[in-house]
């Protein structure tokens, strides 16, 4: 379909600024449930409008929020990018599959060879990508997203070459379609005058304080299957911003929901579906902290008449001898409250046992190290994905699938320049190697089974075996299997060194054996 939109079309339609603040007050409702939620859980994810870093920031009266959070964004960190374990799988399309099945013959001889070699370089380009997350040290800003994600439900990610940027709900907005799908989207970050090019100061003017904060927005709108982004510094159009992207996954943005809701542009986070829990757990933590220290202040009473001194008695040092009838003429005034406070503590427990469940703390956790194997990762992601109704699948498609994506075209691999058409598969399924491991095990014991190895090692080809647990393992073995070109020269060597061999013991046999006198 030809493309007849002009990207300057869009820029003069409307400003960037007048179109965020049109929609930033389209979603004060949203800002305000996940202002909400995180305040009982952890307030600096999206603090009050107008709050500065300097300011103080509320903090609840229970701290099970915010382990809850921590505790499921540990988990599904660990899940959606996995340490020493890609989070995605390049396997071969059935196009090249067929391709290579077609065409055996003197450039391919062995279908089954070919189709090894391809996976090898498939796995090379996943250690790769694998290597590169480690570089960029991605994981930092995704479990700043999760957080995001699971409290507000909603966050946005932006990655750029180097590092992978992430936007909270009150610096950004988007409208999507009447699937899901965004259409628009405008971030917002603020600057210092003095951290802005020489140019855009100059156009800005010196009447802006040198220590005023500047608003650079971002917006990226997708009209006839090209998404095109722009930059301006307030309303001033920042010159070469402009980008279209043609190709959807080369789109920098990753926009993540916790839930969709049909029709509205914002999810809604776990917390929120939980909110009720969380805010009657606050209000009895806040009677049961400010009832125990009513019950344990202590107040003096004094018997009217008494010949005390109460200033003699507050000074006395230990051990002191004080004038008059203490026994009789000073109390202590005793708040027996206890029992009453037992109902709370009980509702507590149950309120802090149903939230824990709903935040997967009592489910299997896979071991925090680098030992942590793939097994337990993918164990755990099952978990994830039948506790929380889908939302590791969600996650998958919405973040890992793009990311992926963004990574190979960054890293500067190209499948069609290297031959290949692969496929992308992320989630419980790309964690899945060992499966084909466990068969490959349950295939070694039946062939074990037929109990003639010398039949077994001639009708199998090792190359291709050795290279499909490689694979399974998601090594690359090329450097580790002997080519058959290096299997013909060591062949080849060891015939010449036999022959060689064999000249001399005929030379030495013919001079021990020659008659005497000759």
């Not at 996995?82 to 099945?101: C, G, H, M, Y």
């Not at 992207?245 to 926009?255: G, R, V």
């Amino acid at each position: 379909m030809a493309n007849d939109v002009n990207i300057q079309d869009i820029i003069d339609a409307t400003s960037a600024k007048e179109r965020f603040n049109k929609l930033d007050s389209d979603r004060n409702s949203v800002l305000t449930r996940a202002r909400s939620c995180s305040a009982l859980t952890i307030p600096s994810v999206l603090p009050a409008d107008g709050h500065t870093e300097t300011a103080e920031l509320a903090t609840p009266y229970q701290s099970l929020g915010a382990r809850l959070v921590n505790n499921l964004s540990s988990k599904l960190l660990l899940s959606l990018l996995p340490p020493n374990t890609s989070f995605f799988r390049l396997i071969v399309s059935d196009d090249v599959k067929e391709t290579l099945a077609q065409s055996p013959g003197q450039n391919n001889p062995d279908v089954g060879g070919a189709l090894s070699e391809v996976e090898g370089k498939l796995v090379q380009i996943e250690q790769q990508i694998l290597k590169q997350i480690e570089r960029e040290a991605l994981r930092v800003p995704t479990f700043e997203a999760i957080k995001s994600l699971i409290i507000t439900g909603n966050s946005l990610c932006y990655k750029t070459e180097a590092n992978l940027d992430t936007y909270k709900l009150n610096d950004y907005v988007i409208v999507r379609d009447f699937s899901g799908t965004p259409i628009e989207i405008i971030t917002r970050a603020t600057a210092v005058k003095d951290s802005l090019p020489q140019t855009i100061i100059d156009a800005l003017g010196e009447d802006i304080p040198e220590d005023s904060k500047i608003n650079i927005y971002t917006r990226a709108v997708y009209k006839n299957e090209v998404w095109y982004e722009y930059q301006t510094v307030e309303e001033l159009l920042v010159e070469g911003s402009e980008v279209e992207y043609s190709d959807p996954n080369k789109f920098p943005y990753i926009p993540l929901r916790w839930t969709a809701i049909s029709g509205e542009n914002y999810g809604r986070g776990l917390v929120e579906q939980y909110l009720g829990d969380f805010r009657s757990l606050e209000g009895l933590y806040q009677l049961l902290i400010e009832s125990s220290a009513v019950q344990a202040r202590t107040i003096f009473g004094k018997k009217p008449g008494s010949l005390i001194d109460i200033d003699e008695l507050n000074s006395a040092d230990n051990g002191a001898v004080v004038y008059g009838d203490l026994e009789n003429d000073i109390s202590t005034l005793r708040v027996d409250k206890g029992s009453d406070l037992q109902v709370p503590m009980n509702m507590i427990q149950d309120l802090t046992r149903r939230l824990e469940q709903a935040f997967l703390v009592a489910s299997s956790v896979a071991r925090q190290s680098e030992r942590t194997t793939a097994t337990e990762i993918r164990y755990m992601a099952s978990d994830l994905e039948e506790a929380l109704g889908g939302v590791y699948s969600v996650l998958s498609l919405e973040y890992q699938r793009p990311l992926a994506y963004l990574l190979l075209a960054q890293s500067k691999v190209n499948l069609k320049s290297l031959g290949l058409d692969a496929v992308i598969v992320t989630g419980v399924e790309a964690l899945g190697r060992n499966n084909e491991l466990d068969k490959l095990r349950q295939f070694n014991s039946f062939l074990q089974e037929l109990g003639n190895p010398e039949m077994v090692l001639a009708r199998l080809n090792i190359d291709n075996y050795i290279s499909t647990i490689g694979a399974s393992l998601g090594l690359d073995v090329t450097n580790l299997i002997k080519s058959q070109g290096q299997i013909d020269q060591e062949q080849q060597a060891q015939a010449g060194q036999q022959l060689a061999m064999q000249g001399a013991t005929n030379v030495v046999n013919g001079a021990t054996t020659a008659p005497q006198g000759q």
